[in-house]
């Protein structure tokens, strides 16, 4: 995109255009306006429905001039659409195409499917595969419940690592300290169940390591017990299965056979995944 697609002169152009070759030293310049396009999609990818141009701009702090050429040039290309009005805007379906070719072009993904299908049978209870990106996972696949009672869940939903059995299940993969770097002191509250303070959740932490697994008490979702493993085909992990069953339904013995079937998931994912 050039600087005359979003109204920006000066700066931007030298950011563009003054970039040092290759093995120069320094990392070459962020592209301003690149750069506010992915701000501004996962500003929409973050907050579904329409928004009104001066909520845009509130949001995100852009020249409002700016903002309005790089909105109308993204809904001509797809990326953006608007209501009839032209007055509001909100994510496009070529955002859809792109996170959707990303699913499909994931070796984990692929390779999981028959260990995800054979969980959902041993379970009867959603699944998910999730990857941790940041301070979030985010899941890749999910298996709906057999029952009537059951989450509802999609693949591209985004989570706080803190409080999802699949997060808590990659942090452990992490050390002590590199957790603390990674998270605040203070952790933002889902439920009333979820764990806000960084050090408690650091001790929790040690236990998911001893026992091998993460549970998720209602700290995400009101009546709604998740359990996680990571899959360990790289050190720290980045991809977890869960397992989440209402609390109505769950019962000592049902909770462990979901264990038992989350451990064999992971050991055939383990093998499965092992040269990824």
């Known amino acids: 995109m050039t600087t005359a697609e ?4 000066g700066s931007a152009g030298g950011a563009e255009e003054g970039a040092g070759p290759e ?3 320094a990392p070459p310049a962020p592209v301003k306006s690149a750069v506010r396009t992915v701000v501004l999609l996962e500003h929409f990818a973050a907050r579904p429905g329409l928004h009104s141009l001066a909520d845009i701009q509130h949001d995100l702090s852009l020249p409002k001039s700016s903002l309005y050429m790089l909105l109308r040039t993204l809904v001509n290309l797809g990326w953006v659409e608007t209501d009839a009005t032209g007055t509001r805007y909100g994510i496009g379906v070529r955002a859809l195409l792109v996170g959707s070719s990303y699913i499909d072009g994931d070796e984990v993904v692929a390779a999981a499917r028959p260990t995800l299908d054979r969980l959902s049978d041993d379970t009867t209870e959603t699944i998910h595969l999730a990857r941790m990106d940041g301070t979030s996972v985010v899941y890749l696949a999910t298996r709906q419940s057999q029952h009537y009672l ?5 693949v591209g939903r985004r989570l706080p690592v803190h ?3 699949l997060g808590k299940a ?3 993969t992490h050390t002590d300290e590199e957790v603390r770097r990674l998270l605040p002191r203070r952790l933002e509250a889902v439920t009333q169940h979820t764990v806000t303070d960084r050090e408690q959740l650091v001790e929790e932490l040690a236990l998911v390591r001893e026992q091998g697994y993460a549970v998720d008490r209602e700290e995400n979702t009101l009546g709604l017990r998740c359990f996680g493993v990571a899959v360990p085909y790289r050190t720290p992990a980045r991809d977890a299965v869960s397992c989440s069953v209402p609390v109505a339904r769950l019962t000592p013995g049902h909770e462990q056979v979901i264990k038992a079937a989350l451990f064999e998931a992971r050991d055939r994912l383990s093998v499965v995944t092992r040269r990824m």
């Open 23 to 25: 093995g120069a030293g």
């Open 6 to 9: 979003t109204g920006e002169k």
């Open 170 to 172: 990659l942090l452990a």
């Open 163 to 165: 409080s999802t059995a």
């Open 150 to 154: 059951r989450p509802f869940t999609r």
